[in-house]
């Protein structure tokens, strides 16, 4: 698939400080690409960098299309009223009135600022004041947008609110955006960077990373019988990372959590031993692993 970006051994330093460490990665055309990282990691500075708000000290990146920017602090003036505002930031790009008039107007409805066009900035709350930020990124009809901390600071309403945004406005866009919350990442993004210390950790297909770093089985299992005897048997048999045991209160059955750092097929070994009559299978599935603790794995 042809790529929207492409990035190659960008590095960026400061006096006493290597932002960015020779970094690569590429960016899908249509694609939704989160960029993740712990603070300080050196997301903002790609972003900016990819944005032409700041130059690289090494390295080269080509960008196929317009690019719209929302930064983790959008440019707002809060004493502007919204249609003004990006009114303002339009003529910036073009000076064609009638067709300035008509791209501002589009956003308004895109964004969903229909009813706040008048209002002024500053009157807003954090949530519509985000969306006129997503709106001045938009106005020029830019065919990439990047997206730094897009819900950073926002109520569990209006997180809500620019997901489904992103979600629309994926349609039209190649959307490049960084966040804390892996759960935008889980919902929105077909692929993923993650980045650590200035350096790329891993980048791709999101699907075909979770499942490279799943390298660790975690079932919950309920039997008829179980011993110690039993449990170190198992232990042994398969290489268990550790096997927790708990008596039910009325003494009828027991709850197991077996961890193991293992290959898929492990799951159809144990769902079969248990399920023997010495055991007395009763229930049996495994837990997924949060997206944040696969994280974890990568960059400790």
């Known amino acids: ?63 196929n299309g317009k690019v719209g920017f929302l930064p983790e602090h959008p440019p707002l003036y809060s004493n502007m009223s919204v249609r003004d505002y990006l009114v303002f930031v339009q003529s910036i790009y073009s000076t064609e009135g009638s067709k300035k008039i008509d791209a501002v107007e589009s956003v308004i409805q895109k964004t969903g600022l229909t009813q706040v066009s008048e209002r002024l900035i500053g009157n807003l709350s954090k949530g519509y004041q985000q969306r006129v930020g997503i709106a001045q990124a938009l106005v020029h009809s830019p065919e990439i947008i990047i997206l730094d ?25 190649t959307i490049l955006f960084s966040s ?10 077909s692929d ?51 096997l927790d045991v708990k008596e039910s209160s009325d003494n009828k059955e027991y709850l197991l959590e077996i961890r193991a ?15 023997s009559d010495e055991i007395g299978l009763l229930e049996f599935a495994e837990v997924k692993i949060a997206l944040e603790d696969l994280f974890k794995q990568m960059i400790q």
């Open 192 to 242: 993923i960077t993650l980045i650590n210390q200035g350096k790329i950790v891993v980048s791709g297909p999101l699907d075909k990373i979770i499942n490279g770093l799943k390298t660790r089985l975690v079932i919950q299992a309920k039997v008829e019988k179980f011993s110690d005897i039993e449990k170190e048997k198992m232990i042994n048999k398969f290489k268990l990372e550790s």
């Open 180 to 189: 804390h919350q892996l759960h935008d990442v889980e919902l929105l993004c």
């Open 1 to 63: 698939m042809e790529a929207a970006k492409e990035i190659k051994k960008l590095s960026k330093s400061y006096p006493g400080k290597m932002a960015l460490n020779e970094i690569s990665f590429s960016v899908k055309k249509g694609s939704v690409h989160g960029f993740l990282g712990p603070n300080g990691a050196g997301k903002s500075t790609t972003m900016k960098i990819l944005s032409g708000l700041i130059p690289p000290s090494e390295g080269d990146f080509k960008v």
């Open 261 to 275: 750092k293992a290959p898929e097929k492990l799951k159809k070994e144990l769902a079969k031993y248990l399920a």
């Open 149 to 173: 901390e897009p819900t950073v600071g926002l109520d569990p309403v209006s997180i809500n609110e620019i997901r489904e945004l992103i979600k629309e406005l994926k349609n039209d866009h």
